[in-house]
């Protein structure tokens, strides 16, 4: 059993630090970044850090990359909502915050999917709490005490889980963790991330995905088998796929339900012009807004062309099964998030309902954890698995899920797709890696399409690469998550240029 | 839609106050805090004190009880775990923390399921980061916009949702602000909770549900009608059972996986002096100690008391099985939590596989919310609900579920028995109100027992009464929440005199 012991590292929050008349704090920075801490730190027993890098589920890390703790430092950046245009009321209040860790023991960036009210109410935060003349941090140094230490090699402690087990914050910031433990591993290889998995051997892969409560439909042993089934043509689908034609793609640019009219036409058109072939459309607030919007939308993009429904969990199972219908119309591919994404039955129920409507129900961005994507299978609830580079448990979790995937593809005549979401924000750049891994070395097979939106990628080093509405595969070392330090600094909260002029406005 | 803004109190953070060279920070302790600060606190537009209330899902709510804010204060209070006993090495880390808020807006006490890790590794807490020199604090004022303003009268904001919704610690945050509303309502009518709710109009109960996401199962008509068919036999269901009789419940207090069988033995003949005659053992860490104690109990407690299994999700599924199935000849009435608390359907087939054996399977104690629930009697699931005063959204989400369990009793021959959970630390002063509630107001049957440990009652100003193996009904009024003054400044972290010596034998 790991035992833990809090202790204080004098010097803790040196780095990027906010004035100490800050006047917020951080809601779910503050278990990530313990988290963080507690995981990576350790001033005593230098010999455990590989150790404690199994733990956090990756026993294949490279040893290279782990040494003696030095500074951390961090910082906040938040996009502020006007940035992100005028979407969906539901997305009015989504400021991006992204925490970017500096950190000797793993060098990299942590990025999380953090999401916090909008500008105009902004949910109050700072980072006050992590950084402060005295020290605030506590970490938490793991010892290993027995054999039984490897028992359950898992990022939850038994204590966390009583919160609610690989759900919630904690699951997201454990999922912010590892992300950031995969990025200088690819960096260190000198590969994107999706490279780096598709030359892994199936072994390793499995090594670091956490079978615990799927065993019933997916063992280890069949994940490596199905791993290894796929190598054959694996070649060729990198560098006659991938390489040369990209991931195909949707667009969730252009009908976000805060859209007037006229800018929908506008984001629309320029869409086609931008070779786009997919659209997604947000539904849900009223009835016959939407049956308009469509009609527009479909009138625009013709008959061949494809549209998707997303309703973002607005309806109880029956009016969602009576809300859609009304829009069959449209001849939407999917509806998706049409429930709450809690709902497995629910959205069996409604995938059984609109099956002779030839509408499949699209789902996954919510859903916290693989048990969750393990039902959603099972009961056939839905015909578009969407996965989530962040939601989910990092690459590890991501893994698991496209594997069931793959196993339950047989039972079912579509095969279940895997179609990742992404809202933008940073997460386009992540995702891309994992669509990629999924169809040279999982699916081979490209019935499928990955969500793209226009959104903040110009604050990023290395940003996707969309040609002829296709995902390119990034070239460049990591898993894409590196901020520009002139963006960071900009976007600090609360006292950087673009926070400065935003909080002056909101005062007078 | 409700628009927040955030703004800073001056001296916000008055009251009981941690040292500031306090080392650590809270982790579910900020977005409760922040919950019940953004909700309650209105600096300006007092008149819509009620509106805030009502936001609250909780639109009856006596207005006398509103009244302008004033100081807000809190002290964490925690058991060190070696004061909870030798008990499963699951529990072993759980410390337990109340916050009491004393305040001017809602005076109560607001209690909430906060566990954290064990005395030795214990996971660092402090109020350093609520209660500071300079306010840290920011309030969330909620403004109604227009009509569409109690559109959705929930306590969860959109940006909220996107952390998980209705799930993980901002869930239970929530429980404990309704909680805390919950009681000084009781206490101004001179009731204890159960009866304010025994002797509410079922308009008024039905008032307080969320039926979001379940009016498949249930509607409000659907539920009034329910309550107001249970009307009949009322009196006589109070008078003659509870008063006089009480509810039955059963002991987890003997068989912690960390006893050794002298200390089971022990305590497993005490209870049986205490007239005890159900008895619930933790299993799943060894299958032969397993045999073996619960062959002990066994012997002890013969054959016509009965014997109930708890494996805290130790198991995936076939594991359950086969397991569960070698302690069949024990022939416990039920296998509490199986597996993963999210596995509906891995659920279902636990309870199918052992249904030839006699043995049922029970859940509840982690299931987030009335969607999980929902589901578990849609598939079958269990065959006994198991809810929690505080992992669900306090009474207004049990009240959801009760109703739901009534509504789907008649679908299966066992009824599906309520049997909450609570792991002792106080939850048993909560839910023995809900459950009196259940059996007078709702099921109108006896057939079922909630649990009972033996854990921290001395801490409270009206801990349960127990009597002939049955919880009397509470006659003070109130929710039994409020804990006794001198307990919490004993146990207040770090400078509480319990805490000081700890610490100090700890740095040794």
Known sequence: MWTTQAFDVPGAHQGFREPSSSRAYHLPAIPFFLFHCSLLHNTKYNSLCYTEISFLGLPSYPKSLCHPPGRHSFCPFRAPAFALGNMNSFHQWELLLHLLLLCDIIPGFIWGFLMFAGFEGHFPCSTQTLTTQQPMLSWRRMRKMDSRAMESPSLWEEALK??????????????????????????????????LLVDMDPQTLVSCIDFRYITDVLTEEEACEILRQSQVGKKERVEEQMLAHGYPAYTMSCAWLGHPDATLKQLCSEALKDSWTRFKVKVGANLQDDIRRCQLIKNMIGPEKTLMMDAN???????????????????????????????????????????????????GEQCHNRVIFKQLLEAKALKFLQIDSCRLGSVNENLSVLLMAKKFEIRVPWGFPVCPHLGGV??????????????????????????????????????????????????????????KEDSVKRHRYPDGEVWKKLLTAQGN
């Open 162 to 195: 009583l919160i609610g087990a690989e759900k919630g914050v904690v699951h997201l910031a454990a999922a912010a963790v590892l992300s950031a433990a995969w990025a200088p591993w690819a960096k260190q290889e000198g590969k994107p991330l999706w490279k």
């Open 313 to 363: 969990q607005r309806w109880d199972v029956p009016e969602a099964v009576e809300w859609v219908t009304k829009l069959a119309e449209f001849k939407p591919l999917w509806t998706e998030e049409p429930t709450s994404p809690d709902d497995i039955l629910g959205h069996a129920a409604v995938s059984k309902a609109l099956a002779p409507l030839g509408i499949g129900v699209a789902i």
């Open 426 to 483: 940073g997460l386009c750049e992540l995702v891309q890696h994992l669509i990629m891994f999924d169809f040279i070395s999982v699916s081979a097979s490209q019935d499928r399409m990955c969500e793209y939106v226009d959104h903040l990628h110009e604050h990023f080093k290395h940003p996707v690469l969309i040609r002829e509405a296709s995902y390119m595969p990034p070239k460049d070392a990591g898993y894409s998550t590196e901020m």
